[in-house]
């Protein structure tokens, strides 16, 4: 890929020096992809405000994010995955729908009715109609009415409520899930290199809020059943730069005050996992940077259990060095117990896994620091 430059409205934001080491890093990558064809694709199960369902995961390629065009987040390899030239047009972006579709169909067993959950990346902003279209984001909305709810990626700058009602004035229960990492400021613009600020966040929030179906559209309410828009946060647990613990500590409070936001029913708690082409991958590969334990994992999720809003984790990558691990012995088992968590939210899962390697963990939470870590591989 050539280098990426920024553009003018992104210019002057973030921080200089982590923008232009990331261009340099980015512009490393080659690869193009088929603009016909979605990232990826795949069936799971998510734990929902109205409790586990079924879901078809899509990420989109959309072009890529603007931001990271700019430079972007420390630990953000996505735009790696995106087009040559940054845009898609309505067609190709609908038959990535349709591809995804027909995997929903290939993979779905006879007697189940089509997964009741949705859930949209982009890689960047479904919502910012340079990525998405406002004739696609509707014939989106149109595709999935059937089901019964939507989520949809955003940076909280492109959230407004006339957009979500596409999906809310079709009775889909619609969230959009934003990437915040951190709700302290001086972490997000520092250690990830990501603009905004929380109170863009909250702010986003109470966007999100005004988009129920009965808001300002009667007649659609009762045609369509009440349908509400909230807010899924997105949290890095162990940014660069921060020690273990300071990263543990930064969690249990992020998620803290995420929970006290008004529509903001759920935190996704993302342990930063080393993707190729980031300064995360740099440092790594210098010995700078270590993924956090599984049992930091574990601990906040732990701490947090009766905060008011759904928390749940996905290690990507667990029990590598990449990504978040222990000492490799006990990894599949405290994943495990993180995924049962996620769907029942009962901390004891925790209270039965242990291993050797918790001794050295808790070593490290108390010694290492950020300007010497990391203590252990
Ligand atoms: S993390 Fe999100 S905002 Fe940051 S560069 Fe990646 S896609 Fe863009
Ligand atoms: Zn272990």
Redesign the pocket.
Known sequence: MSKPSPEPSERGRGMDAHNEVMRDIRSEKDATYDPHEPTRVWLDEDNTPDGVKRSLTIILNTG?????RAG??T?????AESVEGGSVAHEALMDQIQVCLDHEAENTDEGEGPAPLIKIYT???FLDEREVPAETREAIAETFADRERIVVES?PDFVSAGKLRDFTGRGLETDVAV?L?TTTDRVRHDC???YFDFADFEGACAEAGKASASDGRAGDADEAGEASAGVKAYLLMKPPFLSESEALEDMVSSIERCADVENCHTVSMNPCNVQRYTMVDELHFRGGYRPPWLWSVAEVLRRTADVDAIVVSDPVGHGSDRGAHNCKECDDRVQTAIKDFDLRQDPSVFEQVSCECERTWELVLEEETGFAQPLTR
Request: charged share 15%.
């Open positions: 890529g994010c603007r931001w990271a972007g987040c630990m953000c390899g996505y735009v890689s960047g902003s940076l990437g990492e990830v290199n990501k």
